[in-house]
T-cell receptor
Framework: NAGVTQTPKFRILKIGQSMTLQCTQD?????MYWYRQDPGMGLKLIYY???????DKGEVPNGYNVSRSTTEDFPLRLELAAPSQTSVYFC?????????????FGSGTRLTVV | AQSVAQPEDQVNVAEGNPLTVKCTYS??????LFWYVQYPNRGLQFLLK??????LVKGSYGFEAEFNKSQTSFHLKKPSALVSDSALYFC????????????FGKGTRLSVIA
């Protein structure tokens, strides 16, 4: 059972470039999330999805876009990379927003924008 | 809005000594509270949760946490620390009256010294 898989693990982008961070889960979870982790800042929610075709903004959505065409996949798109987007990105999933089901996290994507 | 505070960036403890990692929260109703642990270059892993019931919650790897409603706290504890407990610990909260994902604290780095 793979759980939540994120690719790539590492990436260096130049300012203005675009890229997609991939996230897929095999647990049939309805809910998926993207967080970014910055040193000393904890995790900030970027976007989340309550099911295929439904997404909503989190605390820090600017500069990012998401889509949810299937239950399994929740890619995060950076259109014009900026140095402020240098961070570690985590995808997570759960059965529901009710957190007593627990979140399962991927191993993260470390992104550097230069 | 819900929030959680972890007042210590770093906690150092000698192996075999008891450890405490502090967390306070702010929500409008009764909270759902969680602790997650992150080892280097890994995603977050669930440790324990408080939803309702006994104020003392036991979790993985010998950790426990005490919910204190009057002090709005949910401190993580372990009677005897191990070097392998060294990691980054996150407290998280969710207001069950709302319909929003978990909000995480900024994290506390625990260092257990042999």
């Amino acid at each position: 059972n793979a759980g939540v898989t994120q690719t790539p693990k590492f990436r260096i982008l130049k300012i203005g470039q675009s890229m997609t961070l991939q996230c897929t889960q095999d647990m049939n979870h309805n809910y998926m999330y993207w967080y970014r982790q910055d040193p000393g800042m904890g995790l900030k929610l970027i976007y989340y999805s309550v099911g295929a075709g439904i997404t909503d903004k989190g605390e820090v959505p600017n500069g990012y876009n998401v889509s949810r065409s299937t239950t399994e996949d929740f890619p995060l798109r950076l259109e014009l990379a900026a140095p402020s987007q240098t961070s570690v990105y985590f995808c997570a999933s759960s059965y529901g927003l009710r957190s007593d089901y627990g979140y399962t996290f991927g191993s993260g994507t470390r992104l550097t924008v230069v | 809005a819900q929030s959680v505070a972890q007042p210590e960036d770093q906690v150092n403890v000698a192996e075999g000594n008891p450890l405490t990692v502090k967390c306070t929260y702010s929500v409008s109703g009764n909270p759902y509270l969680f602790w997650y642990v992150q080892y280097p270059n890994r995603g977050l892993q669930f440790l324990l949760k408080y939803i309702t019931g006994d104020n003392l919650v036991k979790g993985s790897y010998g950790f426990e946490a005490e919910f204190n409603k009057s002090q709005t706290s949910f401190h993580l504890k372990k009677p005897s620390a191990l070097v392998s407990d060294s990691a980054l610990y996150f407290c998280a909260v969710r207001d069950p009256l709302g319909n929003t994902p978990l909000v995480f604290g900024k994290g506390t780095r625990l260092s257990v010294i042999a």
